[in-house]
């Protein structure tokens, strides 16, 4: 079986080693810019709500209390991705978690003997979520290890249906997502082997399962790498939209001029199909990071 490897560990692991030091390059937190001296938010719409992915911006940010005082004065209201031991300082800050992590991408439901790690851990965090507020969790295929598309779909469809009702009786959105396996230059830009690599692959997956608790992390970046025409897909499948997350392309990096996604576009997308839900901002920081998140904040404040 494959090394598992969720992001938390990811991030852990990292640390230590050069891949992390390549990463920090430019994200240490710096003195406060003007606008965060006055305490300006940067979001001024707010139709679009927006939350921070704690993994992407821990080495910038790594205390949470430093972390929450960020997104507040961005105006974001939430932090996601993040453990439950640190919802309790979310709330303190005012935040909420916009949706839960669970078991790794490396695991999931294509692959019958993860079945009974993949249903633990999500019935504890949907016992978790519910508890706390928190609306979403994530989930995921995992890998293919040699299975078929239409084998691997048959048992996500099966082993989703023994956790769902969990979902649905407790209030909580289970959100499946896909990831791109054609970047596979560094662990977070690309997943090879990941099986759920297709948009219409994992939403016949969610029709199939026939839950409103059951829905699509819809990950700009993932989908713009494997398929592409982002904006018709949004309305495409807009009933089963859970949860949005951004970065740009090519290289997760920030949603500035030198990557290809027209981010308004495609905010202004959300909003016509009457999307409510988050957008996660997901990007990898490779030069500050406040000035990288604000940007990329204002630029998704439609």
């Keep these: 079986m494959a090394d598992k490897l969720s992001r938390r560990d990811w991030i852990a692991s990292s640390a230590a080693g050069l891949g992390m030091a390549a990463l920090a390059v430019g994200t240490e937190a710096k003195p406060l810019l003007a606008e965060e001296k006055t305490g300006v938010s940067v979001v001024k719409k707010g139709r679009i709500k927006q939350s921070i992915v704690n993994w992407c911006y821990k080495p910038a940010w790594p205390d949470v209390d430093d972390l929450c005082q960020t997104a507040v004065r961005l105006g974001i209201p939430s932090i996601e991705l993040i453990d439950p031991e640190h919802w309790p300082t979310l709330k303190k800050h005012g ?171 495609i905010m202004q997308a959300l909003l016509d199909v009457g999307y409510n839900g988050y957008v996660g901002q997901e990007f990898i920081p490779t030069r500050d990071a406040w000035e990288g998140l604000s940007e990329a904040v204002a630029l998704c404040d439609v």
């Design 95 to 265: 935040l909420t978690c916009a949706i839960a992590g669970s078991h790794g991408f490396r695991t999931g439901f294509n692959n019958r003997d993860e079945w009974d790690e993949c249903i633990a851990k999500l019935k504890e965090r949907i016992g978790q979520c519910a508890e706390f507020g928190v609306k979403s969790v994530i989930t995921f295929t995992g890998m293919a290890n040699g299975l078929s598309k239409e084998e691997g779909a048959d048992n996500c469809v099966e082993g989703l249906k023994k956790v769902v009702g969990d979902a649905e009786k407790q209030g909580v959105t289970i959100c499946l997502e896909m990831l791109n396996t054609r970047d596979g230059t560094h662990p977070m830009k690309g997943h090879p082997g990941y099986q759920g690599d297709d948009c219409d692959y994992c939403i016949d997956i969610l029709k199939r399962v026939g839950s409103p608790n059951l829905k699509l992390l819809f990950d700009i970046y993932h989908v713009q790498i494997m398929n592409g025409d982002v904006i018709r897909r949004i309305h495409q499948h807009k009933d089963y939209l859970g949860h949005i997350h951004t970065a740009g392309n090519p290289g997760r990096g920030e949603l500035d001029n030198t990557q290809e996604i027209n981010y308004p576009a």
